[in-house]
C-alpha cells in the first residue's frame, strides 16, 4: 500500500495511520489525541496557504497545524 503525508490525502478521504515522523514530544502530543499508529481518520477540511488541517477520529473532531499534520504519515484504503 502507498503511504503519503495527510496533507497530501483528499478532503473526505479516510486512512490508516502508518506512522509519525517526529520527535518524541509531536508523538506524545499526537498520542493523546488518540492519533497513534493504525487508527483510521478521515480529512475533513484543509485550508488553503497551508492552513490548519481538521481530521475525524472516531466521533472526535480534530484541528491540527499545517507542520503537525505533515508529519502524520498515512496508508490509504
Known amino acids: ?3 503519503v503525508p495527510l496533507i497530501n490525502i483528499r478532503t473526505g478521504e479516510k486512512a490508516i495511520v502508518y506512522e ?3 520527535g518524541r514530544g509531536l508523538v506524545n502530543r ?3 489525541l488518540g492519533i497513534i499508529a493504525g487508527k483510521e ?3 475533513l477540511s484543509a485550508m488553503m496557504m497551508q492552513g490548519p488541517v481538521v481530521i475525524c477520529i472516531g466521533n472526535t473532531q480534530i ?3 499545517y ?3 505533515s508529519k ?3 496508508r490509504k484504503e
Do not use: P, S, Y
Request: hydrophobic content about 60%; charged content about 10%; proline content about 0%.
Open 1 to 3: 500500500m502507498k503511504t
Open 20 to 22: 509519525i515522523i517526529g
Open 30 to 32: 499526537l498520542g493523546a
Open 41 to 43: 481518520i478521515t480529512k
Open 63 to 65: 484541528a491540527l497545524g
Open 67 to 69: 507542520g503537525m499534520a
Open 72 to 74: 502524520i504519515i498515512v
